[in-house]
Nanobody, 124 residues
Framework: QVQLVESGGGLVQTGDSLRVSCAASGSTFSRYLMGWFRQAPGKEREFLAAISGSDSATYYADSVKGRFTISGDNAKNTVYLQMNSLKPEDTAVYYC?????????????????WGQGTQVTVSS
């Protein structure tokens, strides 16, 4: 009962910052646990960050903690992932997803709604 659309990806250079967005429709994102994942060519889908729709508690993968920040805007029904100090290793398709609150946030199979993804490419 929710559709997710990512946007904001693009081509940036090492050290740059970028913010990707996930707009929800059909339901308010506050009803769910919202997560960000990425998938690079030849690799498994990787958990990055999640935010609880109930209390805004956040969770991060060790690989991005300190560089990436997840946040939500209830008025816009949108979840963001602010990415700083980008590295070539961050190049991937970035996906947002929705799961039931209280789900095991690191596991892709816990999420039942997914966006189409937005490409982030970091050069140099």
């Amino acid at each position: 009962q929710v559709q997710l659309v990512e946007s904001g990806g693009g081509l940036v250079q090492t050290g740059d910052s970028l913010r990707v967005s996930c707009a929800a429709s059909g339901s308010t994102f506050s009803r769910y646990l919202m997560g960000w994942f990425r998938q690079a060519p030849g690799k498994e889908r990787e958990f990055l960050a999640a935010i609880s729709g109930s209390d805004s508690a956040t969770y991060y993968a060790d690989s991005v903690k300190g560089r990436f920040t997840i946040s939500g805007d209830n008025a816009k029904n949108t979840v963001y992932l602010q990415m700083n100090s980008l590295k070539p290793e961050d190049t991937a398709v970035y996906y947002c997803a929705a799961a039931s609150r209280g789900s095991r946030y690191r596991l892709p199979r816990e999420y039942f709604y997914w966006g189409q993804g937005t490409q982030v490419t970091v050069s140099s």
